[in-house]
């Protein structure tokens, strides 16, 4: 059982526009910023967001990031064939020692 | 580019320990805006946080793998390691190196990850 709650699948057409959850509480993503990474088949996680809407270099702008309370929210845009992956949330938990965490992780199908 | 390579036994007996070792190219280990982490995920599962490392040895474990978890860091070589005692079947997983920062728990680069089984 993760920390941090993600539903486990989220499907949409291509050109559409997908959001993935992350429900955690006050001691993680409600006192610390959060992360996103996305995992293609058979590769290592990626980092899409960092500090809960922040892009790194080179992450294109159909990927966006914010956050409400205890709740963190993935969203693409004009969804691509190649973004079919699964995405995880992570942050810090206080009530961890200083542990982080991640999500279960979302399966995203483009259909 | 920063560079992360694991390194290692890919196959480990039960009760025994597993080793790891990460090579990171491409930038110091000693820069003080980064931890550097261990992360796995077991064969369909998704990812665990192991353990985080600073250059001048602080270490933070995940509390759920208990003493079991040992990291260390050779700055000299510009390598940190894992070591995982009493090791079982649940241990299965590729095995990710990380850094991480320079805010805490967020993983900006990784390594490729090996799949260290464990089985007799």
């Known amino acids: 059982q993760s920390v941090l709650t993600q539903p486990p699948s989220v499907s949409a057409a291509p050109g559409q526009k997908v959001t993935i959850s992350c429900s955690g509480t006050?001691?993680?993503?409600?006192?610390?910023?959060v992360s996103w990474y996305q995992q293609l088949p058979g590769t290592a996680p990626k980092l899409l967001i960092y500090?809960?809407?922040k892009r790194p270099s080179g992450i294109p702008d159909r990927f966006s990031g914010s956050k409400s309370g205890t709740s963190a929210t993935l969203g693409i845009t004009g969804l691509q064939t190649g973004d079919e992956a699964h995405y995880y949330c992570g942050t810090w938990d206080t009530s961890l020692s200083a542990g982080r965490v991640f999500g279960g992780g979302t399966k995203l199908t483009v259909l | 580019q920063l560079q992360l390579q694991e390194s290692g036994p890919r196959l480990v007996k039960p009760s025994e320990t597993l080793s790891l070792t990460c090579t990171v190219s491409?930038?110091?280990?000693?820069?003080?805006?980064?931890?550097w982490g261990w992360i796995r995920q077991p064969p369909g599962k998704g990812l665990e946080w192991i353990g985080s490392i600073y250059y001048d040895g602080s270490t933070y474990y995940n509390p759920s793998l208990g003493s079991r978890v040992t990291m260390s860091v050779d700055t000299s070589k510009n390598q940190f390691s894992l070591r995982l005692n009493s090791v079982t079947a649940a241990d299965t997983a590729v095995y990710y190196c990380?850094?991480?920062?320079?805010?805490?728990?967020?993983?900006?680069?990784w390594g490729q990850g090996t799949l260290v089984t464990v089985s007799s």
């Open positions: 990380a850094r991480e920062g320079p805010r805490i728990a967020s993983m900006t680069d």
């Open positions: 006050s001691s993680n993503i409600g006192n610390s910023y």
């Open positions: 500090d809960n809407y």
């Open positions: 491409g930038g110091s280990i000693s820069n003080v805006d980064f931890y």
